[in-house]
């Protein structure tokens, strides 16, 4: 699939699932999806969501609009988990 087309495609699935946060984040979630030539994957992205929060006190840096792009790359690992555990 063509990487533009993927980037809209990923942007209109985000735009639904993640309302709230700020439209410049999504894009570049959109944008990062589609750079490794990969569909959104929500779910996956919500999972390392809850995983940063178990993970990071409540005032971490890891949280808030930034936890969203730190959550998506994550999701593109093979092993998010061993991934923050590193860090």
Do not use: W
């Not at 990923?10 to 894009?27: C, D, P």
């Amino acid at each position: 699939m063509d990487k533009l087309a993927l980037f809209v495609e990923n942007a209109q699935v985000i735009k639904k699932e993640f309302g709230f946060q700020n439209s410049l984040t999504k894009r570049l979630v959109a944008l990062s999806c589609a750079q490794e030539g990969k569909l959104i994957d929500c779910e996956a992205i919500k999972a390392c969501q809850d995983m940063i929060k178990q993970n990071t006190g409540i005032f971490s840096t890891f949280r808030g609009d930034m936890g969203l792009c730190i959550a998506t790359l994550l999701s593109l690992s093979k092993n998010p988990q061993e991934i923050l555990e590193t860090r």
